[in-house]
T-cell receptor, first 113, second 116 residues
Framework: AQSVSQHNHHVILSEAASLELGCNYS??????LFWYVQYPGQHLQLLLK??????LVKGIKGFEAEFIKSKFSFNLRKPSVQWSDTAEYFC???????????FGTGTRLKVLA | GAVVSQHPSRVICKSGTSVKIECRSL??????MFWYRQFPKQSLMLMAT?????????EQGVEKDKFLINHASLTLSTLTVTSAHPEDSSFYIC????????????FGPGTRLLVL
């Protein structure tokens, strides 16, 4: 079955620390992968997406993610987090050929000023 | 660009009544819209896929007679929770896919439903 796992449910970091949030998926075919962010009280916003090509994808606000096909992973990274990055982060899988998403359980990030 | 709105943002209703939630794509046309349900501290669960001009496709376990979906135009989809019960209380989120886009979904702000 198709699924997405986000191993870190809660992450607390100090400002300027580096961030890496894990995302692993289960699907044997072509995939589209997404990271969305949900700031407190706001709607989901697209951070970045991968469809094909360069496996290192750069998104908004200094975020990037790397698609590693052999590991079925699409981890999100940011070299230096800010207090304003406090939010919930969702990884989503879009199986190729469909437009549906399968979401991971989300990671709540708290950045301490 | 790619803004999706939902109305109402929150609604409180009595058990047994029906509630309609609207999802609009404001600056693009959406052939496909999706309806999700998000439980507290949990992820988004896809309920149904709404295609303009055709019947919605429901995910396994979602009662189509309970959650009526209509996608009458390229910018509007509605979700009606019929005969709502307290267990239907949840956060309902819609998303829309731009016509001819790469499949990226743009999300609305969600509707908080509380059934008393």
């Amino acid at each position: 079955a198709q699924s997405v796992s986000q191993h870190n449910h809660h992450v607390i970091l100090s400002e300027a620390a580096s961030l890496e949030l894990g995302c692993n998926y289960s699907y044997g075919g072509t995939v589209n992968l997404f990271w969305y962010v949900q700031y407190p009280g706001q709607h989901l916003q697209l951070l970045l997406k991968y469809f094909s090509g360069d496996p290192l994808v750069k998104g908004i606000k200094g975020f990037e993610a790397e698609f590693i096909k052999s590991k079925f992973s699409f981890n999100l990274r940011k070299p230096s987090v800010q207090w304003s990055d406090t939010a919930e982060y969702f990884c989503a899988l879009g199986p190729g050929g469909t437009y549906k998403y399968i979401f991971g359980t989300g990671t709540r990030l708290k950045v301490l000023a | 660009g790619a803004v999706v709105s939902q109305h109402p943002s929150r609604v409180i209703c009595k058990s047994g009544t029906s509630v309609k939630i609207e999802c609009r794509s404001l600056d693009f046309q959406a052939t496909t819209m999706f309806w999700y349900r998000q439980f507290p501290k949990q992820s988004l669960m896809l309920m149904a896929t709404s295609n303009e001009g055709s019947k919605a496709t429901y995910e396994q376990g979602v009662e189509k007679d309970k959650f009526l979906i209509n996608h009458a135009s390229l910018t509007l989809s509605t979700l009606t929770v019929t005969s709502a019960h307290p267990e239907d209380s949840s956060f309902y989120i819609c998303s829309a896919r731009d016509v001819g886009s790469d499949g990226t979904q743009y999300f609305g702000p969600g509707t908080r439903l509380l059934v008393l």
